[in-house]
Structures are given as structure tokens and as C-alpha cells.
């Protein structure tokens, strides 16, 4: 295993990359319930509430209702542009204009998450299926992503903190640890690989070397999918997954309360 590691990470990470940057305990019930909880959390929509506006917001409904759509099915609608578009432009000043409807939108984002359509880049304007099984994690203080063969088998997964400017809805990620098969296998990881995937470069470290560090930012959220920017401008839609994605990615890794 250890000898095919640099292999698998080199692939993993061309295709983490390419694709990605358009970027509990095993056997706690707190585990299963994590994503449901979230779900929830979405859906709730009082006079009061941060949500309250967008559920009020016709349009913006209806555009969701796309989103959803497509994220779920994993195939392009064909106003699934026009739909994208008008969340991301309205997205400041109509739909999350204050930092509690910001930290609302962060809060809609937390979850387990599956890559199923992305632009590939910020000139282009159609979405296209992707063909492997990519997923992404947010929960209170990790970030994480990877690829798997399904929800219950991971191959190669990332790991490591995020940092949330609400101004901005965007989420900067480091990377501290990396997963073979649910395995924690960062000390075997060669020097080369780590560099080039900035493995333990902290926020203050690419700020030392005045390098932007790897981020996302959040276009738009619901029970059902999560629409966001990555770093080449490319635009991302996941699907939520209906389990955690952490006991199979990251085995018995202590992620805490």
C-alpha cells in the first residue's frame, strides 16, 4: 500500500485539482443524524429568520427549485445557467444582505456533499456532469474532500481546517491530513506532494508567502444542493448525500463536539 501511495495521491490530486477546485466516531448515532440535522436547519423559515426573504423571493425560489432539480438528477437543465446567474448576481444585496443572512447561508452549506455538475472554468456558461464520485465536507471547523468509489467507500480523501469570511461568503481551506481508504496516511506522504498540495500550510503561512490560499466561494445553499465559486472561477453543484461522508473517508478520526 505504501508503495502505490505517491501514485494514488499524484492522481487524486490532478483530479482534486482539476475537478474540485471549481471548486463523531465510527458508530455514534450522532453521526447519521448529522446531515439530517442540517437539513432541517435549512428548511426552517420563520418572520424572524434569515431565510424568511429568500422563501418570499419568487424568483429566487423558482431558480433554487432548478438548482434542486438538477442537483438531485445530475443532469443539466437547460435553464440551469440562468438560474445559477441570478443567485450569484443578487446575491449580495438581495439575498443575503446582512452577516445573519450571510452565517445562515454558511450554516446551509455545513454537510455532506456529492460533485455533480461544474462549469469547468469562469468563461464557460453550460454545466456538464461529472463522471467520478468527488465529495465534499463542511462541518463546524473541517473542511474536507476526496474521491470514493460510493458514500460507503473512499479511496483518497483531504482534510484539514477552514476559514469563513462571512463579508465575503468565502471559505478558505488547508490541508492537514490525508486519508487512504479511511487510513490517516500523511506521514508517508512524499515531500514533493506535500509541497505541492500546501499540506500543513496554515492561513498565516500563504499570507507569508504571498500566495492566496485555496478557496470557495458560497453562491447559494438549500436542503438539497450547494451551488459554489472556486478559485478559477469555475462554478461547482453538489447534491447533499444523505449520510455523513466522515466514517468512511476519515475511519475513526476524532473530529470532536
Known amino acids: 500500500m505504501v508503495a502505490l501511495l ?4 499524484v492522481a487524486f490530486v490532478d483530479a482534486a485539482h482539476g475537478l474540485l477546485s471549481v471548486r463523531g466516531s465510527r458508530g455514534s448515532p450522532t453521526v447519521h443524524r448529522f446531515d439530517r440535522r442540517l437539513a432541517a436547519a435549512a428548511s426552517s423559515s420563520t418572520p424572524t429568520s434569515p431565510t424568511y426573504l429568500l422563501d418570499e423571493n419568487l424568483e429566487y425560489m423558482q431558480s433554487m427549485r432548478t438548482i434542486d432539480s438538477s442537483s438531485v438528477s ?20 438581495l439575498l443575503y444582505p446582512t452577516e445573519e443572512s450571510k452565517n445562515s447561508l454558511w450554516d446551509r452549506c455545513k454537510g455532506s456533499w456529492k460533485l455533480q455538475l461544474a462549469t469547468g472554468g469562469g468563461r464557460f456558461t453550460t454545466f456538464k456532469p461529472v463522471p467520478i464520485f468527488a465529495y465534499a465536507m463542511i462541518d463546524d471547523k473541517h473542511f474536507g474532500n476526496g474521491v470514493c468509489l460510493n458514500s460507503e467507500f473512499a479511496i483518497l480523501s483531504l482534510l484539514g481546517p477552514h476559514y469563513f469570511n462571512s463579508r465575503t461568503r468565502q471559505m478558505g481551506i488547508g490541508i492537514e491530513d490525508l486519508f487512504l481508504f479511511g487510513n490517516n496516511v500523511t506521514p508517508f506522504a512524499p ?3 506535500s509541497e505541492g498540495m500546501g499540506l500543513g500550510k496554515s492561513q498565516d503561512d500563504y499570507k507569508a508567502d504571498k500566495k492566496r490560499m485555496p ?4 453562491i447559494g445553499a438549500s436542503e438539497k444542493s450547494l451551488i459554489a465559486r472556486g478559485g478559477t472561477g469555475g462554478i461547482a453543484i453538489w447534491t447533499r448525500l444523505d449520510s455523513d461522508i466522515r ?3 476519515y475511519g475513526d478520526y476524532e473530529f470532536g463536539v
Do not use: C, H, Q, W
Request: net charge positive.
Open 6 to 9: 505517491p501514485l494514488l495521491i
Open 74 to 93: 445530475g443532469r443539466p437543465s437547460a435553464d440551469l445557467f440562468e438560474a445559477v446567474r441570478y443567485i450569484d448576481r443578487n446575491a449580495n444585496k
Open 191 to 193: 515531500g514533493f506532494v
Open 215 to 218: 478557496t470557495f466561494t458560497m
Open 247 to 249: 466514517p468512511s473517508a
